[in-house]
């Protein structure tokens, strides 16, 4: 039986009626210095996501295109640092947005990774990163979009979304009175796959299969491919903006290293250290990262 997560919760409920009261953390801009001082002597790895971390959230997923400054901060960073997207998007389609070579792409919330296709100052031990743990699930997850694709066609501004191995169905172009229906629907159709679940992310539902892999798992496969696992002189920092990136979040807390940014413009409680507040917040802490290495460097 697929299992819902977000029926535990009131049923899509918006990012601005979170309560004022859950902790805010700080502004990792604000607190820049005192990022440097945890990082002092390691070596720091950066793991993006990219909708609304990299790019502005869009009603159509399609035009989630980033900016070319943003492109170049990014490139900036690789530069410097082992770097690599983690995102819930095919890994095609967000290398596509992205454009660039010198970066680790874990796609389909990390179940679907691959390494730089051209030289890198940051080269795993082999040449080609790939690690695919969900390739089973490929028939069933192809069964279901079509499914639920045209289960979705009832619905206005419904959209699926096929991720290789995972769905996405965003609806947030739905109106909200929708929104009841639409959960029941793609809930009707899991309810028959035992090896599938649902996640909830920003106005938009996760199908994923049932395996013990996460943004998290990806982290951490990333880190022992770049010879970094068990080492204490290593200080990963994961940004992202959605439910999915908690899993990272929550890795990096237990091993007791690195930083989770959560980016954001509401009070939410997670597993982050610092908050950033939009895209634009996100170029300039990259910005920043860089022009403090070369300012070590020199």
Not at 228 to 245: L, Q
Request: glycine fraction near 6%.
């Amino acid at each position: 039986m697929a299992t819902a997560c977000f029926l535990s919760l009131p049923l899509f409920m918006a990012e601005e009626s979170l309560p004022e009261s859950q902790e805010n953390h700080p502004s990792a801009l604000e607190w820049f210095e005192g990022v440097l001082a945890a990082a002092e002597g390691k070596q720091i790895v950066m793991f993006l996501d990219y909708d609304g971390t990299l790019s502005p959230i869009v009603e159509d997923p399609d035009r989630a295109v980033m900016t070319e400054e943003m492109r170049e901060a990014v490139r900036g960073v690789a530069q410097h640092f082992p770097t690599a997207i983690v995102s819930g998007r095919c890994r095609d389609k967000v290398f596509n947005f992205v454009k660039l070579e010198e970066l680790y792409y874990a796609g389909s919330h990390g179940m679907d990774i691959k390494g730089p296709t051209k030289v890198s100052n940051h080269k795993a031990k082999a040449d080609e990163v790939l690690c695919q743990p969900a390739t089973k699930f490929l028939p069933v997850i192809q069964k279901v979009y079509k499914t639920l694709t045209a289960k979705m066609e009832s619905i206005p501004g419904a959209m699926v979304e096929n991720n290789k191995f995972c769905l996405s169905v965003h609806f947030r172009c739905v109106e909200e009175a929708e929104w009841d229906a639409l959960g029941r629907e793609v809930k009707a159709v899991l309810d028959v796959y035992e090896d599938l679940e649902i996640t909830e992310g920003r106005k938009v539902l996760e199908i994923r299969p049932t395996i013990e892999w996460h943004k998290g798992k990806a982290l951490l496969f990333l880190l022992e491919c770049l010879g970094f696992a068990g080492r204490g002189d290593v200080f990963p920092i994961y940004i992202g903006d959605d439910r999915t990136d908690e899993d990272a979040f929550e890795v990096l807390r237990n091993m007791g290293q690195g930083i989770g940014i959560l980016v954001t413009k509401f009070p939410k409680e997670t597993s982050a250290s610092y908050s950033l507040r939009e895209p634009a917040e996100v170029k300039e802490f990259l910005h920043k990262l860089v022009k403090s290495n070369e300012t070590k460097k020199g």
